[in-house]
Structure formats: C-alpha cells, structure tokens
T-cell receptor, first 111, second 117 residues
Framework: GEDVEQSLFLSVREGDSSVINCTYT??????LYWYKQEPGAGLQLLTY?????DMKQDQRLTVLLNKKDKHLSLRIADTQTGDSAIYFC???????????FGSGTRLLVRP | DAGVTQSPTHLIKTRGQHVTLRCSPI?????VSWYQQVLGQGPQFIFQ???????GRGNFPDRFSARQFPNYSSELNVNALLLGDSALYLC????????????????FGPGTRLLVL
C-alpha cells in the first residue's frame, strides 16, 4: 500500500540540529524527497535521495535512508529561525509518476 | 529563469460553480502534475500530463478534469464545486518524461488557494 508517515511537530533551539523522521511503506520506491513549505507558499524542493543510496549531504542538510526499515530522515545542522516551516517527506515508486506525501512535520525554531 | 507559475493566486467560489486553474511549467519542462492540498494535510495527486497526454490520475471524482496545451501549459477544471474542494491546488513541472534510471525532480508552483462557500 501507499502510505507515508511523519511526526506532526518538532521544536528546537536556534543553533541546534533538527532531525525530522519519515516512514514509508512501498519497498519499490525509487526516489524519496524532502520539501519545505512556508506559510501561504508552495512547496520548495530541498533535497532527494535515490533508493540505492544510504546517505546524501548537501550543505546543512543530511538525508539518511534505511531501506530495510523503510525509514528516511532529514537532519538540519545549525538550525536557524528561517528554517521554521512544514517539512514534507514524499516517495515516488518506479512505476508511477505521482508523489505520495506525508502529512508534514511542523518545525518551530526557538531563538 | 521563471519557475512554475499559477493563476489566479486566490479564488472564491460558491457551491455548484465551476472553476478553471492555470499553470505554466518551467521553460523546457514537458510534464505537468496537479495536486490538491487540504489544510493540515500533505498534497494529494490529481493528474499528470506529459506531451499533452494524461499519464496518471489520482483518486478524484470525474468532476475533476485537466488538459495540457501545445506550449505545455495546463488547466485544471473542477465542476459542481463542493465545500470539500476548498484547498490549495499545486502544479508541479518535471524535467524529464521517462522514469526508469533517469534522475528527475519535480518543482512546484506557489499554488492557487480556492475557497468554496
């Protein structure tokens, strides 16, 4: 089945690291994505990882993929107040064009 | 380069009316997808078009339809609007048409916020 789950809320202090977690159910997923959505705005692609990778780093962002457990995480180093937003995990199966999104994790960065 | 553009930005309609939402993809992108995002939820896939042909459809009623034009822009039409159609409608364009073994990313527009009263 198609299902992506995320925790609803995360609060961190400015300068700390944030870790946002996601689990997915379809083992045939080929690409997994992280999108950021600020209030009243569309989705901004942050990063993605191909299913044959374990880790991908892009500046302050680190994505970890545990394919055995179907677990994906996004780590944001040195979290800033501008990182406050909703973060969506999404999967795409090899046989489909569509993205399956989680319900989003609201990240609040406290000064 | 301009990103994905959508119009209008906001729209208010009443139940039973019809609405048309428009999307222009990133230049050079031939694939457009539509998503519905109800408040507090993640986006749900509605349609995907590539080279003017429907390539995928989500679990939405026949009141929802779409088309893609020769310039790769797209329209989403919703007939007989219901209160539950109130949502942010997102358009995404994609750089490649083929799936297997090809790196691809989807870029989203700012969305059209539809309110049905």
């Amino acid at each position: 089945g198609e299902d992506v789950e995320q925790s609803l809320f995360l609060s961190v202090r400015e300068g700390d690291s944030s870790v946002i977690n996601c689990t997915y159910t379809d083992s045939s997923s080929t690409y997994l994505y992280w999108y950021k959505q600020e209030p009243g705005a569309g989705l901004q692609l942050l990063t993605y990882i191909f299913s044959n990778m374990d880790m991908k780093q892009d500046q302050r962002l680190t994505v970890l993929l545990n394919k055995k457990d179907k677990h994906l995480s996004l780590r944001i180093a040195d979290t800033q107040t501008g990182d406050s937003a909703i973060y969506f995990c999404a999967e795409r199966m090899d046989s489909s064009y569509k993205l399956i999104f989680g319900s989003g994790t609201r990240l609040l960065v406290r000064p | 380069d301009a990103g994905v553009t959508q119009s209008p930005t906001h729209l208010i309609k009443t139940r039973g009316q019809h609405v048309t939402l428009r999307c222009s993809p990133i230049s050079g992108h031939k694939s457009v997808s539509w998503y519905q995002q109800v408040l507090g939820q993640g986006p749900q896939f509605i349609f995907q078009y590539y080279e003017k042909e429907e390539r995928g459809r989500g679990n939405f009623p026949d009141r929802f339809s779409a088309r893609q034009f020769p310039n790769y822009s797209s329209e989403l039409n919703v007939n007989a609007l219901l209160l539950g159609d109130s949502a942010l409608y997102l358009c995404a364009s994609r750089s490649r048409g083929r799936l297997a073994g090809v790196q691809e990313t989807q870029y989203f527009g700012p969305g059209t916020r539809l309110l049905v009263l």
